[in-house]
């Protein structure tokens, strides 16, 4: 018996990575899951390799009208949302003088915006299922800089100050809200990661008020 049995989850960016993994885990747990993302040949291969009540949508994250579509589909065919994993994420390289405007647009609305209507979407399906838990997959980079990708630096940032305001928020609902802070993981989003990203890099040492902050406690984290 699965620990999370009759529980119905959708993961973003679920079609490889980090977001794959992480619906891979639902499903054996139970879960039933819509693997969503743009990346549609490999969701559809995730959600037919997961079987049972899985399955896919295409999805923007940015986009209001495709959440609508999305949950609305999910609960339809699954049930009320009891899980939201928002994991759907990209990286453009630049330096503050560097990046161009739309670059830096485009990252804060798949990497923020994404996430806060994610919530604000799902937050009354949510409701209906009588409470479940939002995480939200931040980063490292949402709890010290890094030089070169400061419009995803600011982004994370800003996903874990709103991950705290949603928590206050959804909490008297029984909706518990979440984030968690990876560090590098080798997926395709950081293929291009080599050892000139990290020697460019000012890391602070360990006992320094900065370093304190990889101690978080939000990379603690119950489904």
């Given at each position: 018996m699965g620990r999370l049995n009759?529980?119905?989850?959708?993961?973003?960016?679920?079609?490889?990575?980090?977001?794959?993994?992480?619906?891979?885990?639902?499903?054996?747990?139970?879960?039933?899951?819509?693997?969503?993302?743009?990346?549609?040949?490999?969701?559809?291969?995730l959600a037919a390799e997961l079987g049972g009540p899985a399955r896919y949508a295409h999805l923007d994250v940015s986009a209001e009208d495709g959440w609508q579509t999305v949950v609305a589909g999910t609960e339809r065919e699954l049930g009320p949302v009891s899980v939201l994993v928002n994991n759907a994420g990209i990286l453009e390289w630049g330096t503050i003088e560097e990046q161009p405007l739309e670059s830096f647009r485009r990252v804060i609305d798949v990497n923020l915006?994404?996430?806060?209507?994610?919530?604000?979407?799902?937050?009354?399906?949510?409701?209906?299922?009588?409470?479940?838990?939002?995480?939200?997959?931040?980063?490292?980079?949402?709890?010290?800089?890094?030089?070169?990708?400061?419009?995803?630096?600011?982004?994370?940032?800003?996903?874990?100050?709103?991950?705290?305001?949603?928590?206050?928020?959804?909490?008297?609902?029984?909706?518990?809200?979440?984030?968690?802070?990876?560090?590098?993981?080798r997926t395709a989003m950081t293929a291009d990661f080599d050892e000139s990203f990290t020697a460019a890099q000012p890391l602070p040492r360990?006992?320094?008020?900065?370093?304190?902050?990889f101690k978080s406690s939000e990379t603690v984290v119950t489904l």
């Amino acid at each position: 018996m699965g620990r999370l049995n009759e529980r119905v989850a959708i993961v973003t960016g679920g079609a490889r990575g980090i977001g794959a993994a992480v619906a891979r885990l639902l499903a054996t747990e139970g879960a039933a899951v819509t693997v969503a993302d743009v990346l549609d040949p490999e969701g559809e291969k995730l959600a037919a390799e997961l079987g049972g009540p899985a399955r896919y949508a295409h999805l923007d994250v940015s986009a209001e009208d495709g959440w609508q579509t999305v949950v609305a589909g999910t609960e339809r065919e699954l049930g009320p949302v009891s899980v939201l994993v928002n994991n759907a994420g990209i990286l453009e390289w630049g330096t503050i003088e560097e990046q161009p405007l739309e670059s830096f647009r485009r990252v804060i609305d798949v990497n923020l915006q994404g996430s806060w209507l994610g919530m604000r979407t799902t937050a009354p399906s949510l409701r209906r299922a009588g409470g479940g838990v939002i995480v939200n997959i931040s980063s490292l980079a949402g709890l010290t800089g890094y030089a070169g990708i400061g419009a995803y630096v600011a982004s994370k940032w800003g996903l874990r100050g709103l991950t705290k305001a949603a928590a206050l928020e959804l909490a008297p609902d029984g909706i518990r809200v979440c984030s968690v802070h990876p560090g590098a993981v080798r997926t395709a989003m950081t293929a291009d990661f080599d050892e000139s990203f990290t020697a460019a890099q000012p890391l602070p040492r360990f006992g320094e008020p900065e370093a304190e902050d990889f101690k978080s406690s939000e990379t603690v984290v119950t489904l």
